[in-house]
């Protein structure tokens, strides 16, 4: 019976009786769905990770230090010895504990440092009238600094630069025209040893380059009746450009090729046949220097081109089990082409690529593992001569174990059985789950989650997902999806098809990267929580929620480009609080990097879209530059609420991942 509810029961004996009754339920205690440490074994002085899902729980609390949590969570552990952590979780139906032990092996403490650094490999670049870049090797992490002066008495010396590092770089300045500096390195380790490296010297220049690049060999090539290759050198490394005409007014010049090159090469297209045409070469030093060649001149053939491009330099590369990549070049501009098959009678063909290239590069994909693939280069120029190669051979790599459909039981796919291959949609059921090993490749990666998926690598282990989504159809509240140390590249994280999913989400330490959109979040059945990940290249992380979003110590490194207006920004609201309005959009710890245009931004005419952004790292202390990044009620009438981004960090948190 249900609580509150009335029901009627017929009485039997010396009358009969209609009898209502209201029967009371007990409410059901709350459920932890995990609670573990990773890793379950450490060193004295390092630390463990504690996470935990706990289901209908109005108070979770953790002892030894850790107190009261939230449902969803991790912390972070460093204790001293051996020690059982206990989670309670409870509610007006009672309490229940689980229990995980961190086992603490100790360690002998090191034995005291006493050998200084090693200096080597001391050399001097980038010299120029003012300045000279130094830089030294050490065997270990240690400081770095440089004495030096116009004798071995020195009498100058660089800042401190405190940093531990074995690969030092220091640049002096303000230094002499055309004058010999004595410099010596200096370096000291964490221990306090330090090492000074022998005398030596360097010569500054003797002015800044003010001398323009000399233009020679300049010669035309391969001329048809619309087209002519131009080509130079210069004594330096240069830009490339032509101006052109039936004058020497000239009227047309190519677009600048900023290439620093001193082999120069530029194609004129859309000529006139059997005409006289003008031009002169220019090219520019990177000082800014710049040389424009004399006046001279080149005609048009009258006769269509006859000759076949000549294919060169074919290599193979990218070889996998289904795919290789086919590489070669000619001597003039081209389309390219390839055909390939088991047998030298081919049978299969590319695509034709139109543009008219030298350097040619075909991908073959849908191959067969373990196969001996034969394959021919061709290769088409603008007047319709047509060149093919020499047969050639590659072999692919063997097979990836496949995968796909109804996975019925609890199942792990190990690294020792990587790379997986998926051929049609995974789908996990509920009370299923599949857990994905560190050091696992899967591509093709497509997966339906009403159970639990499991993909947690390690930090110099990670999971590699290519070509990745995530669908929740017909999830419920116990769907767990848990993404730890992977990389993800392509399709969509969790796109829009997930909409009220009552799953939960955890998305940590990750790299996304060549995505559109990377989360269509709402109605999820709980926090959401995307911390410590990096994005780039990546589209909106779209937020309509009733429970708390998480989203910080995140690096957003550059936006997919050709985004529409309310997907071109890294984080977009419409909806957040809950119908208690409790619950927030946090934006907090984060690094906004190359971010052109908007970041963050609400939806208009919806009233409860909010988010807080405040102690995140813009890549300027700019807040003018800042505002252009915020899309609120300060540009538009239809927003309700304002993002309050302020204090902001001056440099990235050191929680939140790197460029490198």
Not at 67 to 87: D, M, Q, R
Not at 228 to 247: F, K, L, R
Not at 399 to 424: F, H, L, Q, R
Request: glycine content about 8%; proline content about 4%; hydrophobic content about 35%.
């Amino acid at each position: 019976m249900k609580k509150g509810k009335r029901y009627l029961f017929l009485l039997v004996g010396l009358a009969l009786l209609w009898v209502g009754l209201t029967v009371a339920c007990e409410t059901e205690p709350p459920v932890v769905l995990r609670f573990s440490s990773s890793p379950a074994e450490i060193s004295t002085g390092e630390s463990a990770t504690l996470s935990w899902i706990v289901k209908d729980a109005t108070s979770v609390s953790i002892n030894h230090g850790v107190g009261v949590v939230e449902n969803v969570g991790s912390k972070k552990v460093s204790p001293s010895a051996t020690i059982t952590y206990t989670l309670i979780a409870t509610n007006s139906g009672g309490a229940v504990a689980k229990s995980v032990v961190v086992i603490v092996s100790a360690t002998s403490p090191p034995s005291p440092d006493t050998s200084p650094p090693v200096i080597s490999g001391v050399d001097v670049s980038n010299i120029t009238d003012s300045s000279a870049r130094i830089t030294w090797t050490t065997d270990e992490p240690a400081t770095g600094q440089i004495e030096y002066g116009l004798t071995e008495s020195y009498g100058s010396i660089t800042p401190l630069d405190n940093n531990l590092i074995k690969s030092h770089g220091v640049t002096i300045s303000g230094l002499n025209a055309s004058t010999t500096y004595h410099f010596r390195v200096k370096s000291k380790d964490a221990s306090g040893n330090d090492t000074t490296d022998t005398d030596r010297t360097f010569t500054t220049s003797a002015t800044a380059d003010t001398t323009a690049p000399v233009i020679s060999a300049v010669n035309t090539s391969g001329t048809t009746q619309s087209s002519v290759t131009i080509t130079w050198t210069t004594n330096e490394a240069a830009t490339s450009q032509v101006m052109y005409g039936a004058t020497t007014s000239y009227g047309s010049t190519t677009t600048p090729d900023t290439n620093l090159v001193t082999s120069h090469i530029v194609v004129l297209s859309g000529l006139s046949a059997s005409t006289t045409y003008h031009f002169n070469v220019k090219s520019k030093d990177a000082s800014g220097n710049e040389r424009v060649d004399a006046d001279r001149t080149f005609s048009t053939s009258a006769t269509a081109d006859t000759t076949a491009p000549v294919i060169s330099a074919v290599n193979t590369s990218g070889i996998n089990y289904s795919s290789a990549t086919i590489t070669w070049t000619t001597n003039e501009p081209a389309t390219s082409q390839v055909m390939y098959g088991a047998t030298t009678s081919y049978g299969s063909t590319t695509p034709l690529d139109t543009n008219l290239v030298t350097s040619h590069s075909v991908t073959l994909s849908g191959l067969s593992a373990s196969t001996t693939y034969h394959f021919k280069a061709k290769s088409k120029d603008a007047s319709g001569n047509e060149a093919v190669s020499g047969d050639y051979t590659v072999l692919t790599s063997e097979a990836a174990t496949e995968v796909g459909g109804i996975i019925s039981t609890d199942t792990t796919w190990t690294e020792e059985n990587s790379p997986y291959k998926v051929t049609s949609r995974v789908q996990i059921p509920l009370g299923v789950t599949l857990t994905i090993e560190p050091g696992v490749t899967v591509s093709s990666s497509e997966f339906l989650v009403n159970g639990t998926l499991s993909a947690r690598g390690a930090e110099g282990k990670r999971i590699v997902f290519d070509g990745f989504e995530i669908s929740t159809a017909g999830s419920t509240a116990d769907t767990v999806v848990d993404i730890d140390y992977c990389i993800i590249r392509n399709g969509s994280f969790w796109p829009s098809s997930n909409l009220y999913s009552p799953a939960h989400l955890t998305l940590r330490h990750s790299e996304l990267s060549n995505m559109g959109e990377v989360a269509y979040l709402q109605g999820l059945g709980g926090d959401v929580y995307i911390e410590y990940n990096k994005f780039t290249n990546v589209g909106r992380i779209a937020v309509g929620c009733t429970h708390n979003v998480y989203i910080r110590y995140n690096l957003f490194d550059t936006k997919r480009p050709g985004q529409p207006p309310g997907f071109d920004c890294w984080i977009y609201c419409w909806a957040s609080g809950g119908q208690d309005g409790s619950k927030k959009v946090i934006v907090k710890y984060n690094s906004f990097i190359n971010t052109e245009g908007i970041a963050i931004e609400l939806a208009t005419n919806a009233s409860t879209a909010a988010v807080s952004a405040t102690e995140n790292y813009w890549g300027t202390q700019d807040t003018n530059a800042i505002d252009t990044m915020i899309y609120d009620k300060n540009d538009s009438i239809l927003i309700t609420n304002y993002i309050e981004y302020l204090p902001i960090l001056t440099q990235p948190h050191p929680d939140t991942p790197s460029l490198q």
